[in-house]
């Protein structure tokens, strides 16, 4: 059962485009064209953003998107209150919300991976060690080592990519474990083991290859969260400090706008929601795919 | 099952350990203390006389050792900027918490599991499937941005809900739902995915055979039975999430409790008020995930002999 598993997702993962496609529902297809269109967007900021992110602008601050009364031309999306286009700073934003999960979801990945890595094939005193790590970093919310760190290191960008960093190491850890016991028990790894292979290349050669599509939904699913973690961050004040835009310090500002300008807020915030929903359909997509034992329901 | 609940309490004085030390190397190694409370102009000899007072003089293993010693003898110093006790700044917040959290839990359970079991039994019509995609959209919504809309929606434009304050009942809605939000959507598919697993068991064809009304089934036969193991999936979740929806959703609304407490200290950089929030939120998450994990063995004979063994 195992055996079939693990040789049908390995293959799902050789030929990611076309294969994938094809099997996906237009719920899928539509986040998927999201997603693109966002990462797209973001790689291009500076080529689509019509005006400098930080570029303020007096005479024409809290001005409101096309086709409203007082809208200033070519600031489509409008102004904020410093008189900067807000659809330069979602797109650079944007860009930096991408930057920093993705760099937040690799490192975690790399902790957590090397970690589950290690205890899997350890095993022993050094399993228990770092699985009593896991429990610890389980019962600690996380809220509260981001705060006490973002509060005494300050919130400068490679801080915030250290906490993004953290951030659901130990799920990582826990699958990749749970996978790397379950292969050991395989017969091609007891083979390479009785034929001498040293431990770093049945770790490297035979075991890790095995356990890339478990990582690869773990992976989509924490990029979901740590995007949900960075903007909340930068909403309260504690991520990304001003002038830099992200899209949760753009809600966090212009909320003292509300009632005057929504759209300041409008803007980055319905963006976050089309990033969260493409990513996290994508995830629970390649999850319920990863795992042949779901895709019956 | 004694061994079991010493085995929890040693895991959890480990984890307390861990946090408590976490604190406090990591309020120790971002430079001295002493240069954040002091003001401009101080002498070298004022700074000095500071440090002996605070007790920074030493290394940082005796010092270390003296915070320890304080922790337990149950002093953990003064705010920086109010001059009073972080314990009684702490205390009076604990109340305003409480209730909000009281209400999200109510307010969670009481619309997640209806909807739920609505979805487990509606699973093939379009009700089924419309929950489960609400359920599953409302996942991927920050509590931020769903308290921002609403009281963009219902503040603003309609004018029908208070945002700052906490007297009175109308001031509970927002809040309280913005906390729910994640949870309800996580605890409706739990909730149906148990009773799914449920719904497919013999005792409940027999349940039917036997010609019961099909309320009594579902409630009786189905939802009690589900609940374990939606007991077991939730119960490690809960405190972690109150802990990240109260600090978020209480700052949004300025709720006068622990949440909006840890990130203004957080900002003023108010250090004896962080360590001090920080240390309570973390013990009471973990107390109440012992004791959980403990009553949960208590009441499932299958864990407790399980692990117990």
Known sequence: MTDISHSFTLKAIRLPGIGLWKQANWIVRIATLVGLALVVLSVAAPLVAPFDPNDQSLISRLRPPLGFDRYKDGFFLGTDELGRDILSRCTFGLRLTFALALAGACISLLIGGTLGLVAGLAGGH????????????????????????????????????LVLGIYGWEQFARIIRAEVKKLRQMPFVEAAQAAGAPPLRIAFVHVLPNVVSPIVVQFTLNFSNIVIWESTLSFLGLGVQPPTATLGSMVGTGRDYLPTAPWIVLAPALTILLLTFAVQILGDWLRDHADVRLRSR | ??????????????????????????????????????GVGITEDDKQLLIKYYGLDGSIWTQYWHYLGSILSGEFGLSFLERRPVSAIVAERIGPSLKLIFGTMVFTFCVSIPLGIAAAIYRDRLAGSAIMIIAFLGYAVPAFVLAIVMIMVFSYWLNWLPVVGNSTFSHYIMPTIAMSGMWVAALTRFTRNAMLDVLSQDYMRTARAKGMPERVVILKHGLRNASITLLSV??????GWIAAGSVVVESIFSWPGIGEMLVRSAIQRDYPVLQFGVLSVAVAVILINAAVDIAYAYADPRIRLAKGT
């Open chain 2, 1 to 38: 099952m004694i061994g079991y609940t010493l085995r929890t309490l040693i895991k959890m004085a480990v984890t307390l350990f861990v946090i408590v030390s976490l604190v406090f190397f990591a309020t120790r190694l971002s430079g001295n203390p002493v240069d954040f409370v002091l």
């Open chain 2, 234 to 239: 939730m119960g490690l979740q809960i405190a």
């Open chain 1, 126 to 161: 050094l399993d228990d060690l770092i699985m009593g790590l896991v429990d610890a970093q389980i019962a600690i919310p996380m809220t509260l080592i981001a705060l006490l760190t973002l509060s005494v290191f300050g919130s400068s960008i490679d801080i915030m990519i």
